[in-house]
């Protein structure tokens, strides 16, 4: 699925709600995610999105874009698509490649 192809199902979702009598919704900060298996996936994700922050979690690397306060989507990939083990150890300790060039972080938004 492409992300356009999911932005019509979120859209379809928000019709489906705005179409029905409003009710109060608990745990409100929205949160939508995709993980990916390969690195190359990942990073074509990443590039798309623009500007964001680089998190890990455990054996994840998140990539975390805002889209307005309360509202985020996450794209993720198991950190050894991008990391080198260094110490297999209780926690581990990896040792990370950059996920985009200096130029390619800056140039993030720009369009």
Not at 24 to 51: E, H, I, T
Not at 61 to 75: A, Q
């Amino acid at each position: 699925m492409t992300s356009h192809e999911y932005a019509q199902k979120l859209k379809a979702a928000a019709e489906f709600f705005l179409s029905r009598p409003a009710f109060k919704v608990r745990n409100a900060p929205l949160l939508f995610s995709s993980y990916w298996s390969d690195k190359d996936g990942f990073l074509a994700a990443v590039k798309a999105l623009g500007k964001g922050e680089k998190k890990y979690d455990g054996e994840s690397l998140k990539f975390v874009v805002t889209i307005e306060p309360g509202v985020t989507f996450d794209v993720e990939v198991s950190r050894s698509a991008g990391c080198r083990l260094v110490k297999p150890a209780q926690p581990a300790v990896y040792d990370c490649e950059p996920l985009l060039t200096q130029e390619e972080e800056s140039n993030l938004g720009a369009a």
